[in-house]
């Protein structure tokens, strides 16, 4: 491999680092959107008109499933958060085979 091409890897993982550190938002979670029945006997949720839809991410604490209330407001940029988790996953591979090649250079070691 040329040098330039090494250079060019380096710089391009530098740009993906950056990416990351632009994942404000981010969420490890599933989204999910419940309806859900009342306490109040006569409502009429009960007839079938269920409460909702209420949204909730579900994530992994200490190995258990736990569905945290996300409140209207909040809705967008939890979304949004979710995708930058997708894209993470995408930029962590990236990085991955861009410091697979430079351990096969015999560079990786030298950062
Ligand atoms: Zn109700």
């Known amino acids: 491999m040329s040098n330039a091409k090494i250079v060019q890897l380096i710089a391009r993982r530098k740009q993906l680092l950056e990416e990351l550190?632009?994942?404000t938002q981010l969420l490890h979670g599933t989204w999910i959107?419940?309806?859900?029945?009342?306490?109040?006997?006569?409502?009429?949720?009960?007839q079938g008109e269920r409460h909702g839809?209420?949204?909730y991410v579900v994530v992994n604490e200490d190995g258990q499933q736990r569905q945290k209330y996300i409140p209207l407001s909040q809705?967008?940029?939890?979304?949004?958060g979710i995708e930058q988790h997708?894209?993470?996953?995408?930029?962590?591979?990236?990085?991955?085979?861009?410091n697979l090649e430079l351990i096969k250079e015999r560079?990786?070691?030298?950062?």
């Open 21 to 23: 550190a632009s994942f």
């Open 33 to 46: 959107e419940r309806y859900s029945v009342c306490s109040r006997k006569n409502c009429r949720c009960h």
């Open 53 to 55: 839809p209420r949204y």
């Open 75 to 80: 809705v967008p940029a939890a979304i949004k």
């Open 86 to 98: 997708q894209r993470l996953q995408a930029v962590v591979d990236e990085i991955t085979r861009i």
């Open 107 to 111: 560079v990786y070691a030298d950062e």
